[in-house]
């Protein structure tokens, strides 16, 4: 029986007869496998070691083993001001930074490189490594690398042999006359083993596009059904009745030019329930066309379920009113991150299950006025994923980054979905919060889908990115990443944020792992909103396991999540990180990062991984549950800095009652830890009271001095340090308003030169509170470990 473990890892083509196979373990036979084409044998060349090293990133000559970085696998990385280093258990790691010994040189501008002595390392065993920028960007192993391994789901590093033998690529010809043979895969024979290796083909069909109105458009006394399809055969509708399935009708849809299909019924079917049926040839891995999949419509203004059917909502009655809310100048915001049933779990409001659950709830607890963010004091509200998303039930727990469709609000948070209830729900929710004077940003997943996507039946290879082997992209961790360099790839996400902004009157967005939306998509994104709404919020998380964008973003409008301030704060309270690097980050990473303040996002904590206290704390297990005397210092110092800094600050929601999840370091399906324990502000009395006494300062008139729409000149923002110690004071100043940040994160008291001129200002704040009537003060002539001091003129 043939063996059902493949051997072969990729095939790459450079012409539509020419490639590389690249096989899972190094080749060791005498001679290459056995592949045929047809009844044709294919010779297989080996490939040199210096070519293999462009999927395997090292190779082996002699004595010697060289590391190869091929900077095309990262083009949105410029190695010239960030260079390459080589990292691995052997070395530490990140602590691999601090020694040149493992900085990689470049060769010439496509290729760095690294060759050290075999006897480096001290054994013949493989060892794990990874390329890591000096500005802490982890390179993902590109998808062609044989060599890849996996220590746990999204981390992914390369391997190698100080003693490699064989090698895993090799070279191959094929026919002229390819295409004109009846054979469509090459075949991999060898001692039991069968392998299939498809053949590439043509792709106009990717720039096939259409500007037409898409999904089920009620107009009149017709609806018209339009479905993007470019390599589908046949297309029908089946629409019926809300609880009358037994009166189903089918149309079958009509093709045109440009890729659509389309149908008009003489009727209204407003509320109807709908399903696409898609079929056609599937010819290789790039379709899966099954006419017997009821398939939901992308376009579904609302679906009954995550898995559809889609129920069609007139035009007319997904119109929002115009709106007199206007959300805060981008330099004015203060931000929390929210999961919708995080916090209404423990709401001290009486609600009933199916209302703690979804937006009617939470509508209801604003409408009192009395809610944990009415209590915080921030103005914008930055909900995790509200779209469709995958579950298998209304009643799990879901992050929401898996998402199916970027139309609908989600079923699983509606009263009555069947109905299609949301999307009146999330209108009020909005204006509920605008209400309220909240600012509302939502979590939009652009860069990949969920498992059940309808758009792997409709067109896998046209909506999602894949290699020469027809297999599916991984840059998000999530398994589908999706392509907006198609032109209707590009229009579905362009329409879905247009369709937030129109219908529901959202102020904002916050992009996941941005660096996987093609910067032209960005720029569309960007241009078509302003137009529509120009006050509007654009945020991006600007990475993703492929690389960082943070960069090409300066020139543009969106804000950024700064993960380099979120890393640095924690190792400079813990007394890891110097006072020069804390310098950047409290005046707004400007330079590489930020080109005007309010373009960095400054946080030390997200919903993803560890929280802050878990994070922070001295604990078994990092564990936060209880934090010591230490944590709640470092937690104080840390809270300062972040409202300190020039940017917009973002907390996570429970932070300020130093919320633990018990030291899990992924919560994503865990509600019964991620849920807001509101007795912690009983808890955490002081800590409660010590961040919104910051948020509130933040918006008053002196906090005006950190609110900027430009970086200050030098002589309005000015540092002293210390020299050999962490401590670090800055000086903020306009005419008669100046404030005074001094802080010390170290083991031991320091003494900052202040100038003389600076004195006689208002002590506003230490590390413990906020004084109640502050008062002009002499300016510290040293100041204690782990301590802050806040003057200011007027407060």
């Not at 059917?309 to 931000?335: F, H, N, V």
């Not at 299609?420 to 600012?439: I, N, P, R, Y």
């Not at 998509?521 to 006050?535: G, M, N, S, V």
């Amino acid at each position: 029986m043939p063996s059902t473990k493949r051997k072969i890892h990729k095939s790459l083509w450079k012409t539509p007869t020419t490639g590389l196979l690249l096989l899972r373990e190094p080749w060791t036979g005498t001679d290459p496998p056995n592949i045929t084409f047809g009844k044709q044998i294919i010779k297989l060349t080996p490939v040199a070691p210096q070519e293999t090293a462009k999927s395997t990133g090292y190779f082996v000559e002699g004595n010697q083993i060289t590391f190869v970085l091929h900077t095309q696998h990262y083009p949105r990385i410029d190695f010239n001001e960030t260079k390459p280093w080589l990292t691995g258990k052997f070395n530490g790691w990140e602590k691999a930074l601090n020694d040149p010994k493992w900085k990689l040189v470049p060769k010439n501008p496509e290729i760095w490189s690294l060759t050290l002595p075999k006897s480096t390392f001290a054994n013949a065993l493989p060892n794990d490594f990874k390329f890591l920028t000096e500005d802490g960007q982890w390179l993902q192993p590109p998808s062609i690398a044989p060599n890849q391994t996996s220590l746990r789901k999204g981390i992914i590093n390369l391997q190698f042999h100080t003693d490699l033998i064989g090698t895993h690529v090799f070279h191959f010809t094929l026919p002229e006359n390819l295409y004109s043979e009846n054979c469509d895969a090459l075949f991999l024979k060898d001692a039991g083993h069968e392998e299939i290796i498809p053949l590439p083909r043509p792709s106009p069909y990717i720039n096939r596009r259409s500007d037409l109105s898409l999904g089920a458009i009620v107009e009149g006394t017709s609806t018209t059904f339009r479905l993007f399809a470019p390599r589908a055969e046949h297309v029908s509708v089946v629409f019926w009745p809300k609880e009358s399935e037994d009166r189903k009708q089918q149309l079958p849809l009509h093709p045109s030019d440009d890729g659509t299909w389309a149908t008009l019924h003489p009727e209204r079917l407003d509320n109807f329930y709908y399903v696409y049926h898609v079929n056609g040839p599937n010819r290789d891995a790039t379709t899966e066309f099954d006419s017997k999949t009821a398939l939901p419509d992308p376009y579904a203004k609302a679906l009954v379920t995550a898995a559809g059917p889609g129920i069609i909502i007139a035009t007319e009655k997904s119109k929002t009113p115009a709106s007199s809310y206007r959300p805060p100048a981008m330099e004015d915001l203060q931000i929390v991150e929210v999961h919708l049933r995080d916090a209404l779990a423990n709401a001290s409001i009486k609600l009933t299950p199916k209302e703690r659950k979804g937006f009617a709830g939470l509508t209801k607890w604003l409408r009192t006025g009395r809610t944990y963010f009415h209590d915080l004091g921030v103005n914008a509200i930055e909900l995790q994923p509200v779209h469709e998303f995958d579950c298998d039930s209304p009643d799990e727990y879901h992050w929401g980054y898996m998402p199916v469709n970027l139309f609908s609000p989600a079923s699983s948070y509606a009263m009555d979905p069947s109905s299609g209830s949301q999307v009146q729900e999330f209108k009020d929710l909005v204006h509920t919060f605008h209400e309220q004077g909240f600012a509302v940003i939502l979590d939009v997943v652009l860069n990949h889908q969920g498992i059940n996507t309808p758009l792997h039946a409709i067109d896998k290879g046209y909506y999602f990115h894949m290699d020469d082997s027809m297999e599916l992209l991984n840059w998000s961790g999530c398994g589908n990443d999706f392509r907006s360099d198609t032109p209707m790839g590009s229009r579905l996400l362009v329409d879905s944020l247009v369709h937030w902004v129109q219908t529901y009157d959202v102020d904002g967005f916050r992009l996941d792992l941005a660096e996987l939306i093609e910067l032209e998509c960005l720029d569309t994104i960007e241009k078509t909103l302003r137009a529509i709404k120009p006050e509007i919020l654009l945020i991006t998380e600007p990475w993703s396991f492929r690389g960082n964008i943070s960069k090409a973003l300066r020139k543009t409008s969106y804000s950024s999540w700064n993960d380099g301030f979120r890393e640095y704060i924690y190792k400079y309270v813990k007394g890891e990180a110097n006072s020069t690097g804390l310098e950047y980050f409290l005046s707004g990473s400007p330079k590489h990062f930020a080109r005007f303040p309010a373009q960095t996002i400054n946080y030390i904590e997200s919903h993803d991984d560890r929280c802050w206290i878990d994070k922070i704390t001295g604990n078994f297990r990092n564990n936060g549950q209880i934090p010591t005397d230490i944590d709640i210092r470092q937690t104080h110092l840390a809270i300062a800095l972040l409202y300190t800094a020039l940017g917009i600050p973002m907390l996570s929601a429970g932070q300020d009652m130093l919320r633990s999840k018990r030291g899990v370091h992924n919560t994503y399906q865990r509600g019964d830890l991620n849920i807001l324990e509101y007795e912690r502000e009983n808890k955490f009395p002081k800590t409660v009271k010590y961040v919104r006494d910051w948020i509130q300062f933040r918006q008053s008139d002196l906090g005006q001095l950190l609110r900027l729409k430009v970086h200050p000149p030098h002589e309005n923002l000015q540092f002293f340090r210390q020299d050999d110690f962490p401590a670090m004071a800055m000086f903020r100043c306009v005419e008669d308003l100046q404030i005074l940040f001094a802080i010390n994160p170290g083991e031991k008291s320091a003494n900052l030169q202040i100038p003389k001129e600076i004195n006689h200002l208002n002590l506003i704040a230490d590390e413990e509170h906020f004084l109640i009537n502050p008062e002009p003060q002499e300016m510290f002539e040293s100041l204690p470990a782990r301590s802050l001091r806040l003057y200011g003129t007027v407060f």
